[in-house]
């Protein structure tokens, strides 16, 4: 009878063991787990009362004063364009474009909600469904007056500046004028275009000709891409790639600072066309999972001589925004700082 009695308390004990060591496991497992997922959704799938919701916390970052420390930041959202413009030589049509914009937008994901009180995820724009339209690009819900991000540029209402020293790529024909509808008609940027700083308005051009390369075939094919490499390359556009590909055709089928290289950030769109690469992206990484959590590999300098390749240690530098990141780190949504997910 001992015997027995005996048994089961050292099975009682076991028992209380293996709870107290799995807790001490999830304790050490916490800082590598996501407690919650933010759920990323097209732009039109939101409620009217959601959408109203996320485009109040962007006009918040337009009037909290700026972090980054750079002179031509005004404000929070002045800080992102600024920090894009510094490093946009080091970011584009190399290896780790996508690595480095997954981490910029999620910075800024985690700004709306930590310091403008949004509460859910940032939103993307999955312009195939305007690509594959008859309509023209203006009717997009994207550009909605009431619903959405506003519209058009007006012509002849915005006058671009000369560009003394011709680094800005600023092409006279995407400025059209500035957007005099919408809940960003009378914001004024700081930064842009270009390089440049000046006070100025939010400027479009839109322009359907780019509606070819954002078709939902043009990103059958991109998703199709057996290596890192040609897929990056077939969505980002760049090396052996002729077409301006669905990064650049997202940014220029909108026009004014969206389509440039440096002061994009300027457009609050620019973080829904992000958001839609980094999707796609995503959805690639899927097909062959774990192995693509691995898979980096691409120039590491636009204009190297050598073609130095990227790797899962390079350092993606966000300046003051945040602190670096390794690109292995970017690899995963479902991990922290990510946590994340897209339907
Ligand atoms: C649209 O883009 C094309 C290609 O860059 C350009 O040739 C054309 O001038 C643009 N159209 C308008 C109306 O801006
Ligand atoms: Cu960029």
């Avoid at 203006?138 to 991000?149: A, K, L, M």
């Avoid at 930064?191 to 509606?211: M, Q």
Wanted: contains cysteine; hydrophobic residues 35%; aromatic residues 12%.
């Amino acid at each position: 009878m001992p015997n027995r009695h005996y048994r089961k308390l050292a099975f009682t004990l076991a028992l209380a063991l293996i709870q107290i060591s799995k807790q001490a496991l999830d304790w050490d497992a916490q800082e590598d787990e996501c407690s919650h997922f933010l759920v990323r959704q097209e732009w039109r799938s939101l409620s009217q009362a959601h959408k109203a919701e996320y485009i109040a916390a962007v006009k918040c970052t337009q009037s909290l004063p700026a972090r980054s420390g750079f002179e031509a930041a005004q404000t929070r959202f002045d800080d992102f364009q600024a920090v894009h413009i510094n490093v946009a030589d080091e970011i584009h049509i190399v290896g780790h474009f996508l690595p480095w914009h997954r981490r910029f937008i999620k910075i800024h994901e985690t700004t709306l909600r930590e310091e403008c009180g949004y509460r859910g995820a940032i939103p993307y724009w999955d312009w195939t469904l305007d690509a594959d339209s008859l309509d023209s690009i203006s009717e997009s819900p994207i550009f909605d007056p009431v619903h959405g991000f506003g519209g058009d540029g007006v012509p002849g209402t915005y006058i671009l500046p000369n560009d003394p020293d011709g680094t800005s790529e600023l092409f006279p024909e995407t400025f059209v004028g500035c957007v005099q509808d919408g809940p960003f008609a009378s914001h004024k940027l700081h930064i842009g275009p270009g390089k440049l700083s000046t006070d100025h308005c939010l400027v479009r051009g839109l322009n359907d000709t780019y509606k070819g390369f954002l078709t939902s075939e043009a990103v059958a094919q991109t998703m199709e891409q057996p290596t890192f490499e040609l897929f990056r390359v077939q969505l980002e556009g760049g090396g052996s790639n002729p077409y301006p590909a669905q990064h650049g055709s997202g940014h220029l089928i909108v026009g004014g600072d969206m389509g440039n290289l440096f002061s994009s950030p300027g457009d609050p769109l620019f973080h829904l066309h992000h958001a839609n690469l980094d999707r796609l992206w995503w959805q690639w990484q899927e097909k062959d999972l774990p192995t693509r959590f691995l898979d980096i590999s691409g120039r590491l300098h636009a204009n190297s001589p050598r073609l130095t390749q990227v790797t899962l240690n390079y350092r993606l530098d966000f300046h003051t925004l945040a602190p670096p990141m390794s690109v292995r780190d970017t690899m995963d949504i479902q991990k922290p700082p990510f946590c994340y997910a897209y339907v």
